[in-house]
């Protein structure tokens, strides 16, 4: 039997990029993922690629993670169909690049609301069954809560934040048996990436390609990351041989972050 067979895990933005790496590759190893991201469209059509690339088929909830209402959907939906959670991965989060001066109340605002204060609660909210069922939290940050920029502001202030806060957590996760850690991907090959690409573009007035050669070489990296680079250590931290590995930070960048960590 593999060692996530009748396992339940929840994945927070599961129906793009690195979150749905992650539950694809949970799937793969025998895992019942459950998808949470606000689109149903983007929900189905992950489930389906899932589903066809020979992973379980998925139980997709499609809710607002920024409001405590879609957090409390998506963890009465996990209660009601499977009454337990083994693995929560919270990798919810999408943040405007930008100018400061262009960054409006607003966009900070929903910044926080989704990757931030969409961890806490569902992670308070499924915090019992992860504690019965002596689990794991992954939260999926970025390598900007250690490396602030001036163009990504929002990013790297939700970041620092919801890194502190997983750090913070893992100190209650030694007393209830809950394994908490955090990945901070670097600049992965993902939807998102494109976004901020084209938002630092309006910003700066560059070419999008001209920024993406930029991204990969101002680091010296010998290409951007794919999802898959950060599902493999997400699997890697929720298996048994993992299991002394408390409250710490992995950052899966090729090596981009300069900082001594």
């Known amino acids: 039997m593999a060692e996530f067979d009748r396992k339940v895990v929840v994945v927070t933005g599961g129906?793009?990029?690195?979150?749905?790496?992650?539950?694809?590759?949970?799937?793969?190893?025998?895992?019942?993922?459950?998808?949470?991201?606000?689109?149903?469209?983007?929900?189905a059509a992950a489930a389906q690629a899932i589903a066809q690339a020979g992973g379980t088929q998925p139980v997709t909830v499609a809710a607002d993670l920024r409001d405590l209402a879609g957090c409390e959907k998506v963890a009465a939906a996990v209660r009601e169909r499977f009454g337990r959670?083994?693995?929560?991965?919270?990798?919810?989060?999408?943040?405007?690049?930008?100018?400061?001066?262009?960054?409006?109340?607003?966009?900070?605002?929903?910044?926080?609301?989704?990757?931030?204060?969409?961890?806490?609660?569902?992670?308070?909210?499924?915090?019992?069954?992860?504690?019965?069922?002596?689990?794991?939290?992954?939260?999926?940050?970025?390598?900007?809560?250690?490396?602030?920029g001036a163009d990504f502001l929002i990013g790297g202030s939700v970041n620092a934040a919801t890194a502190n806060f997983s750090k913070g957590l893992a100190q209650l996760g030694k007393r209830d048996g809950v394994n908490?850690?955090?990945?901070?991907?670097?600049?992965?090959?993902?939807?998102?990436?494109?976004?901020?690409?084209?938002?630092?573009?309006?910003?700066?007035?560059?070419?999008?390609?001209?920024?993406?050669?930029?991204?990969?070489?101002?680091?010296?990296?010998?290409?951007?990351?794919?999802?898959?680079?950060?599902a493999a250590l997400a699997l890697f931290l929720c298996s048994v041989s993992a299991r002394h590995i408390q409250g710490t930070a992995i950052a899966v960048d090729g090596g981009g972050t300069p900082g001594f960590y």
């Open 15 to 43: 129906s793009r990029g690195i979150g749905r790496a992650i539950a694809a590759g949970f799937t793969r190893a025998g895992a019942q993922a459950v998808l949470a991201a606000s689109s149903a469209a983007n929900l």
């Open 180 to 230: 908490v850690n955090v990945i901070h991907p670097g600049a992965t090959d993902t939807e998102r990436t494109n976004e901020l690409l084209a938002q630092r573009a309006a910003a700066s007035g560059k070419p999008v390609e001209e920024l993406r050669r930029e991204l990969i070489a101002k680091d010296g990296l010998r290409r951007l990351g794919h999802p898959d680079d950060i």
């Open 85 to 148: 959670c083994d693995i929560l991965v919270n990798s919810a989060g999408a943040t405007r690049a930008g100018n400061f001066l262009d960054l409006p109340d607003t966009l900070w605002l929903d910044g926080f609301a989704l990757k931030f204060l969409g961890c806490v609660r569902l992670t308070r909210l499924l915090w019992p069954l992860l504690k019965e069922a002596q689990g794991h939290v992954v939260n999926i940050v970025g390598t900007a809560a250690r490396t602030p």
